[in-house]
């Protein structure tokens, strides 16, 4: 079985040897050097010996056409091995850029909750990096990540012992939401904290923990309330926010958005809190007691989603849709206003032409803005060399270039009719020059409150699970019909 498996794979070889279309799904080593390399690919059930690769020419390798083996997770090349690159029939490509310079192997998991097309795929953006970072960091050969496959998810705490664990990756960019349980659990080393004058404060003081730098920023999230009338940037509170969705024609529902989870109340409640009561000991909230007043601003909040006497906001209906799919929703005019993510911009533009405009959400009485930041982290058992420090620290300076986040933020690496993805970079020199493409206001609106917004506080792992109960047990007394799922 075997020689018969070696004799397919070859002939497979031949006949992609000289073609240049990729698909998803497939592992492209493309010999970029002047000699012949031969490399080996598989998982932990096989491995397969290839023929040799030509100078100037790839090779094309799809999981599916190895008899029935439905993943490639490793390739080795010379000296140089990629590993967990996790090639199946429904996953983004993966790059291999041989040059026969490099000297060392960077592994990178790439956070991967951010806009594409086709939705998942992340095989354009991936080559285009791998391809620019090799360029810039000829000797460093970049085994680069972005899955949304749930054993590489960063939001499920058990997968962190592999994924930072030593046959991990050397870097990955997750929310430091996290970053608690990260440092407490000794995944992450702390990093040399003496160029972070390019971030927002506020995302420094996210990938902070006890006073050490543990990440370098790489995105800022913050919600935005969405509607098609400039007039919500005159919206200053949540008062003035229901008066105004109170006086739109109820022919649809006046707010869509996604208010259940476990990931999300928590944060929810925080920015209710910081509406009410300001920043002041912000930090310690998380480790007090919720109190009524605050849950009452928050379900007042999520009670303007009530349509026809349904909340499809609080009942799950829209927490277990797509994230595209429910900004496609205010793009197909169901509703008169979202919450959401900037990024989700990009899934309202795909399907709506019109503008349409953004300002902050009002949680409370005022405006008092928590942003969420993703980071890059270092693993501690893997990159805990001077070769790995080095190499990490030319990997996060070639992602915080304003080059780098203005090719990514506005889809440089999709197809020409692409809306921009329209995330918040951490760098402050992004927003020097504001976006021109549509007047939604948001590169502009980030820019006036960035300055001053906070970091959402730091949370072990136990004590969000709690903190969830807690609040929920005081929404159910409020609002019996709200579902505050766990997952």
């Excluded at 503008?355 to 902050?360: G, I, L, S, T, V």
């Amino acid at each position: 079985m075997k020689n018969n498996n070696l004799s397919a794979l070859c002939l497979f070889v031949l006949l992609t040897l000289f073609s240049v279309q990729s698909y998803a799904g497939t592992l492209i080593i493309q010999n970029n050097s002047n000699q012949p390399i031969i490399c080996k690919t598989g998982n932990t059930r096989a491995s397969y010996e290839h023929v040799e690769i030509a100078p100037a020419k790839s090779l094309h390798l799809s999981p599916n056409l190895q008899n029935g083996l439905s993943i490639i997770d490793w390739v080795k090349c010379g000296r140089l091995e990629h590993n967990n690159i996790g090639v199946t029939a429904t996953s983004s490509d993966h790059f291999f850029l041989y040059n026969n310079q490099a000297e060392d192997v960077l592994s990178v998991l790439l956070y991967p909750y951010i806009p594409t097309y086709p939705f998942g795929d992340f095989s354009t953006l991936l080559k285009k990096l791998v391809t620019e970072f090799q360029a810039q960091s000829p000797k460093i050969s970049l085994n680069a990540v972005m899955s949304e496959s749930p054993e590489y998810d960063v939001y499920t705490y058990a997968n962190f012992a592999k994924l930072l664990g030593k046959d991990g990756f050397d870097i990955v960019e997750t929310d430091t939401m996290l970053l608690a349980y990260l440092v407490e659990s000794g995944f992450i080393l702390p990093i040399d904290a003496a160029s972070t004058s390019n971030f927002w404060p506020a995302a420094i003081e996210a990938a902070s923990y006890k006073d050490k730098l543990y990440g370098i920023p790489s995105w800022m999230c913050m919600e935005f309330l969405y509607a098609r009338d400039p007039k919500i940037a005159e919206i200053t509170s949540l008062f003035t926010l229901v008066d105004y969705l109170n006086n739109l024609p109820q022919d649809r529902t006046r707010l869509i958005g996604v208010f259940n989870g476990s990931w999300t109340i928590p944060p929810l409640y925080l920015n209710a809190y910081t509406a009410l009561y300001g920043y002041k000991d912000i930090e310690k909230i998380p480790y007090q007691q919720p109190t009524n007043e605050v849950v009452k601003n928050l379900v007042y909040l999520t009670d303007q989603c009530v349509y026809n006497k349904e909340n499809k906001c609080t009942n799950g209906f829209y927490h277990d849709l797509n994230e595209g799919k429910i900004p496609k929703l205010f793009a197909q005019k169901n509703s008169h206003a979202y919450i959401g993510f900037s990024e989700h911009s990009f899934y309202m533009r795909l399907f709506d032409k019109t503008p349409f405009y953004a300002a902050p959400v009002p949680f409370g009485k005022e405006i008092n803005t928590l942003t969420y930041t993703d980071a890059y982290v270092k693993n501690a058992v893997r990159c805990n060399t001077d070769s790995c420090t080095a190499a990490f620290k030319a990997f996060t300076d070639y992602m915080s270039k304003l080059e780098t986040r203005q090719w990514i933020v506005y889809s440089k690496d999709l197809p020409t009719d692409m809306p921009p993805r329209r995330l918040l970079p951490a760098i402050r020199k992004f927003y020097d020059k504001t976006s021109d493409d549509y007047p939604d206001g948001i590169y502009e609106n980030f820019a006036k409150i960035a300055p001053n917004v906070r970091a959402s506080p730091h949370i072990s792992k136990d004590r969000k699970a709690q903190f969830n109960i807690e609040i929920c047990k005081i929404i159910k007394t409020i609002s019996p019909d709200y579902h505050c799922s766990t997952s």
